[in-house]
């Protein structure tokens, strides 16, 4: 699929009923659980090639220093803690959020039992670009699929409708934060969490419109 010049469909305020009833449903899961499973798969990725985490990762891994649980654990406990701000932003969940709150967990449980550490250097670096790059698609693609977003990006796409500013602008001042709280409960920093600070935004920005499915209208269903 090729990307053309024109301005980002709008992603639809819809409630969990409306999501189920807009269209296209088979290509909508297919496209939702694909980019669950590459989110979780691309955060194993980024763990393994310990460069640094992702924001959101160092806040895991800050939090698993506190609590003897699982990495995919803490995922899933913390995507439940950050739907409790969607209260104010009034965001609709729906079958995307809660799958997005579940898979995400058990799939990078299930590749950092899988995908072993590498030790040469450049196969480090290639782990850490690689799940950059496959963390920004599959975000892309489970958002786009119009089941709700997930818990996380619940607060990216709920302040970019709220504040009118840019998915680019939002997203990475949201990872900032996030990189800052999770710094100060001891989770691992490194070359690879300003890498991905600084490309996701951009990245998301440039692939949601792509990946983002046209709802079928009244007279088509």
């Given at each position: 699929m090729t990307a053309t010049v024109e301005a980002p469909r709008s992603l639809a305020l819809l409630n969990p009923i409306q999501q189920l009833k807009a269209g296209r449903l088979p290509r909508r899961l297919v496209q939702l659980y694909l980019g669950l499973t590459?989110?979780?798969?691309?955060?194993?990725?980024?763990?393994?090639?310990?460069?640094?985490?992702?924001?959101?990762?160092?806040?895991?891994?800050?939090?698993?220093?506190?609590?003897?649980?699982?990495?995919?654990?803490?995922?899933?406990?913390?995507?439940?803690?950050?739907?409790?701000?969607?209260?104010?932003?009034?965001?609709?969940?729906?079958?995307?959020?809660?799958s997005n709150a579940i898979v995400i967990g058990l799939v990078t449980d299930l590749t950092l039992s899988t995908v072993d550490r590498p030790d040469a250097l450049w196969l480090r670096i290639v782990f850490m670009a690689s799940g950059i790059v496959v963390n920004a698609l599959a975000g892309a693609l489970y958002i786009g699929a119009q089941f709700g977003p997930g818990p996380r990006d619940g607060l990216m796409t709920g302040l970019v409708r709220r504040t009118g500013l840019s998915v680019r602008l939002v997203r990475t001042t949201l990872e900032v934060t996030v990189l800052a709280i999770g710094w100060l409960l001891g989770g691992v920093v490194g070359f690879g969490t300003v890498a991905y600070a600084l490309a996701i935004g951009p990245l998301v920005h440039f692939l949601l419109p792509i990946f983002t499915v046209r709802l079928a209208t009244a007279s088509e269903r």
């Open positions: 590459l989110y979780g798969a691309s955060m194993g990725l980024m763990i393994q090639g310990n460069l640094g985490l992702d924001p959101w990762d160092v806040l895991h891994s800050g939090i698993t220093k506190h609590l003897d649980v699982s990495f995919g654990t803490v995922v899933i406990a913390m995507s439940f803690v950050v739907l409790l701000a969607w209260i104010p932003l009034r965001q609709w969940p729906g079958l995307g959020t809660i």
